[in-house]
């Protein structure tokens, strides 16, 4: 009968059995004695397994990497795993949202012990972030977490112990057992009506127009951008929808536009990156009018002389509708070009200046639900399934109406004794 925690060696070099289970042999300077001390990493399935994990811990050790998985806190792990996270074919925004989440836990929890921490403890931060949440620049009284936003913490830290656990870092995820706080219900949030969202009325956005075409065409991206405001308005599409359109997906004889893909930017605009959209719901074919086709097929004309008058510069061309028209001509227009625009032509228009590209896109609600177009039919051309923002701009709208139509009762009856 074998003897437990039994050691038995095998052909590799540092790797060696016990009980059934393959470990990689090692050893590391303890930094608190200064002192060598053996290492046993695993268990591995194979041996194989142990002798390609241990080729990963030399490569460590040697490049100052290296972290005693027993020693890791939970900072250094979750930015351990955030690498795999950004390697996976992801959205770039979703990689952009984990980044803020891993920085937050971090800055909260990360000085802690990955092995170490308890379910109390964590429960106890999320809780403290519902109590006591931040402090904001400049303010006095500290600005609790909202549940989405805690909720997107707990998703994060579920996803990193769960690696951990899958990597037998730790042996039990103390996540499993921790719960979202509640949040209380009070008379005053209960009876008091969401926030409209931000949005233009049809003589608003008809003043936005005319002083954005009267602007000076002579300055960068006026032309352009100038058509980008009135397409944004008159077909209700995302910013990044739109400027990541081509030629190609521009249907004029049908009067149709394919969205298949959005624009995402971070930093350098050579480094722009083209995403599916938001959700499967996203991808779709919506119907304009002429109006809309007669301006696509303007800056389809416009760009091929641009492009001829400034053919020795031009030296990218992938097919955007939109484009870089300063640096790196022919790269898709950045979205901060477009906003910086429209604050300019809001700031001229005497407009609030709180509005922005996104706005537009309620503004298209608002004013497909002024001319009678269903609910239903409106999200589907916005690519939603179901929207509350969208509900709540359609209702704002339409209650109205139906006040009128209710009040036509009592004008029905008056007459009657």
């Known amino acids: 009968m074998p003897k437990k925690n039994e050691r038995k060696k095998t052909k590799t070099k540092n790797v ?11 050893s590391i300077v303890d930094p608190s004695t200064g002192k060598r001390i053996q290492k046993e990493d695993g268990p591995h399935a194979t041996e194989k397994e142990a002798e390609n994990r241990g ?4 490569a460590e050790i040697l490049n100052g990497t290296y972290i005693d998985k027993n020693k890791r806190t939970i900072g250094q792990f979750a930015e351990e795993w955030l690498k795999t996270y950004q390697a996976t074919g992801k959205k770039a925004k979703s990689k952009y949202l984990r980044r803020s989440t891993v920085n937050l836990i971090k800055k909260t929890i ?50 990193i112990f769960k690696k951990a656990l899958e990597l037998e870092y730790i042996k039990k995820d103390i996540t499993a057992f921790a719960t979202i706080p509640e949040f209380e ?28 075409s009267e602007m000076d065409k ?17 077909t209700g599409m995302r910013i990044g929808e739109l400027l990541a359109l081509k030629a190609s997906d521009i249907d004029e004889i049908n009067k149709r536009i394919s969205i298949t893909k959005t624009l995402y930017i971070k930093g350098k605009t050579e480094d722009f990156k083209l995403t599916p959209p938001k959700n499967k719901q996203s991808i779709r074919k919506i119907d304009v009018s002429q109006r809309v086709v007669n301006v696509l ?34 790269y898709p227009m950045r979205d901060r070009d477009v906003r910086e625009y429209m604050d300019a032509v809001l700031e001229k228009a005497g407009l609030p200046g709180n509005l922005t590209p996104h706005s537009l896109r309620h503004t298209y609600t608002s004013l497909m639900a002024e001319a009678g177009v269903e609910l239903a039919a409106i999200q589907q051309l916005l690519g939603h399934k179901n929207d509350n923002t969208t509900k709540l701009i359609y209702l704002h709208v339409t209650n109205p109406k139906k006040r009128s139509a209710v009040e036509k009762l009592d004008m029905l009856m008056d007459g009657v004794n």
């Not at 080729?55 to 030399?58: D, G, L, S």
């Not at 405001?229 to 008159?234: E, K, Q, S």
């Open 55 to 58: 080729v990963i811990i030399r």
């Open 297 to 330: 097929k303007e800056q389809i004309a416009w760009k091929n002389e641009f492009k001829m008058m400034h053919r020795t510069f031009f030296q990218f061309d992938e097919g955007f509708l939109f484009f870089n028209e300063k640096w790196l001509m022919g």
């Open 16 to 26: 060696c059995i016990i009980d059934g289970k393959y470990y990689y042999r090692y």
């Open 110 to 159: 990360g000085g802690l012990k990955l092995q170490e921490i308890t379910t109390a403890q964590y429960q106890e931060q999320l809780n403290r972030m519902r109590d006591y949440g931040y402090l904001k620049k400049g303010a006095t009284e500290p600005t609790p977490y909202s549940k989405s936003s805690i909720s997107n913490y707990h998703t994060v830290m579920r996803m």
């Open 218 to 234: 002579s300055e960068p991206y006026a032309i352009q951008c100038h058509r980008i405001l009135f397409i944004l308005a008159y």
């Open 185 to 212: 219900e009070t008379v005053e949030k209960i009876e008091s009506e969401p926030e409209l969202p931000k949005y233009l009325e049809k003589e608003q956005l008809a003043k936005l127009l005319k002083v954005s």
